[in-house]
């Protein structure tokens, strides 16, 4: 373990501990002197597609044009009216692109080098294999994956093209050295044992509406492709961009949009665990409204790790602070620090984002530089010039672990059944944590005035997981099992990496 100075009241000892960890993360991978050779047009830059930019990918446009030795050579998206905004947009800044609708066509052009995804959530696999079956390096975005299977699939794949192709998540608080010195603390025992590592994600969703019938697609776009691996079903919402997160054959619910970040840190600062938990628990509901949503809008996700091992904990809330108030700054805020975030409990204290407090909640003087990793897209392309990644957090793996462990509080959840309150603090009465999370969260759905007693709380199941075998096992295994596991339409199915 890394001796680092703990006096971090200084910027000057802030600056050594920075340093020490970027020389350690960063070690062996010789970025002065890039590995990059292929034939990448004539002045040797990385020519990359953004595939899928009507939200984050946008803002991959955006810092791929600030860093040198790149070129945005092509654009792919199934909405017309999308692409033409952007293409224009690049356009005044003297940048031509080849223009793509379907993914495959895209993949199949040779003088693109690497891409990024930030299509829909069931399609982030299935765009990323297939790039990978065409030879070109991969940046995907959280989550990496819909499903627990195909994400595993997707490591299977990074993992026969290592050494070869780069294969990077979008889980940018890995990039980032303020959370590298977090862990680094925490570790070296400056609060005492770890007893809890929790993630916090209190952003306010309103309704999405409910349709009467359903929906045409935009004109604009090409709903087939959209759907991808999923039927070409009737479009029962509203808003056909971005409001996909909230049904379950195209979104994960904010536990797997959101949540993914923190679940990832949480789990970092566990050490990184080679495997998923071996139980999990997820319960909550949809409340404060009827719409076309079906994920939980209110969420808390217990997960095990087994005997000895540090629990975490995942709690998502949806609705304002009370009275349904919906006004901006009317939300939860954890301990009154943070909305979203991660808090790192301990004996002797807690670690809440950027900074440490003892257990009466003081401040103790420790203070974490975190800026959320802004140099994560640049850390892909110095992956792809140094022939490998330059720094291990940047592994696919972490992005598949944060995914996987939304998706199985997803699967406890969808199995679950209306439970009054009382039951639910029996089941969890020996969890401290547990308990107390619970009540606040009982508070906060009661101060927007629903009666918790009428629209109860879904309390999913223990869900026992060989992490060997990724299958469920005992009660509900079945059902659960079948959860785990997307549709795939013959057109749209996963390809084979070799």
């Known amino acids: 373990m890394l001796k680092l100075d703990t006096n971090m009241n200084s910027t000057t000892s802030q600056m050594k501990r920075r340093d ?38 946008a803002g991959h446009i955006g810092n791929l044009l600030k860093i040198k030795g790149v070129r945005i050579v092509a654009l792919c998206d199934v909405d017309s009216e999308v692409m033409a905004k952007h293409v224009a947009s690049l356009a005044k800044n003297n940048i031509t692109v080849k223009t793509y609708e379907d993914y495959r066509k895209l993949c199949e052009d040779k003088d693109i080098d690497a891409v990024t995804i930030a299509t829909p959530n069931h399609t982030h696999t299935l765009i990323a294999m297939a790039a990978l079956a065409a030879g070109k390096h991969v940046y995907v975005e959280k989550p990496v994956c819909h499903n627990i299977h195909e994400g595993a699939a997707l490591v299977k794949a990074g ?11 979008g889980m940018q608080r890995r990039s980032d ?29 309103q309704s999405i509406g409910k349709v009467s019938a359903p929906k045409e697609a ?36 904010d536990i797997g949009n959101q949540g993914p970040h923190q679940l990832d840190v949480a789990r970092w600062a566990l050490g990184n665990p080679e495997k998923l938990p071996v139980r999990v628990m997820s319960f909550g509901n949809r409340w404060g409204y009827v719409d076309d949503g079906q994920t939980a809008n209110n969420q808390m996700a217990l997960y095990d790790y087994g005997k000895g091992n540090v629990p975490m904990l995942f709690d998502n809330r949806g609705l304002p602070l009370k ?51 802004p140099d994560h897209m640049q850390n892909f392309i110095s992956s792809i010039q140094a022939g490998k990644l330059v720094n291990p957090n940047l592994h696919i793996t972490h992005g598949y672990q944060a995914a996987s462990l939304a998706h199985l509080a997803n699967i406890s959840y969808r199995l679950g059944k209306k439970t009054p309150v009382n039951e639910i603090k029996e089941r969890i009465q020996s969890d401290k944590f547990a308990l107390e999370t619970f009540e606040d969260f009982v508070a906060n759905i009661t101060a927007n005035k629903v009666d918790i007693g009428v629209d109860q709380v879904q309390l999913g199941p223990w869900l026992t997981l060989n992490p060997d075998t990724l299958k469920f096992e005992g009660e ?14 013959e057109e749209f199915k996963l390809p084979t990496v070799a």
């Open 20 to 57: 020490v960890l970027k020389s350690t993360l960063y070690a062996g991978t010789a970025l002065a002197l890039p590995t990059w050779s292929k034939a990448a047009g004539s002045n040797g830059d990385i020519r990359i597609a953004v595939i899928g930019f009507n939200g984050r990918g």
């Open 159 to 169: 993992a026969s093209v290592e050494g070869k192709l780069i294969l990077q998540h």
């Open 177 to 205: 050295l303020g959370w590298a010195e977090v862990m680094e603390y925490v570790k070296g025992g400056a609060l005492g044992k770890m007893t809890l590592s929790r993630g916090v994600n209190y952003k306010a969703r």
């Open 218 to 253: 935009p004109k604009t776009v090409n709903y087939d492709l959209w759907a991808g691996p999923r039927e070409a079903a009737p479009i029962m919402r509203e808003k056909f961009h971005y409001d996909w997160h909230w049904q379950w054959a195209y979104g994960n619910g």
């Open 323 to 373: 009275d349904m108030n919906w006004a901006k700054g009317n939300e939860p805020v954890y301990k009154g620090v943070t909305r979203i975030g991660n808090v790192i409990h301990c004996e002797g204290g807690y670690v809440i984002e950027s900074k440490a407090y003892d257990n009466a909640g003081k401040w103790n003087g420790q203070k974490f530089q975190i800026q959320d990793g």
């Open 476 to 489: 509900f295994a079945e059902e659960a099992n079948k959860l785990s596991e997307g549709s795939y339409r």
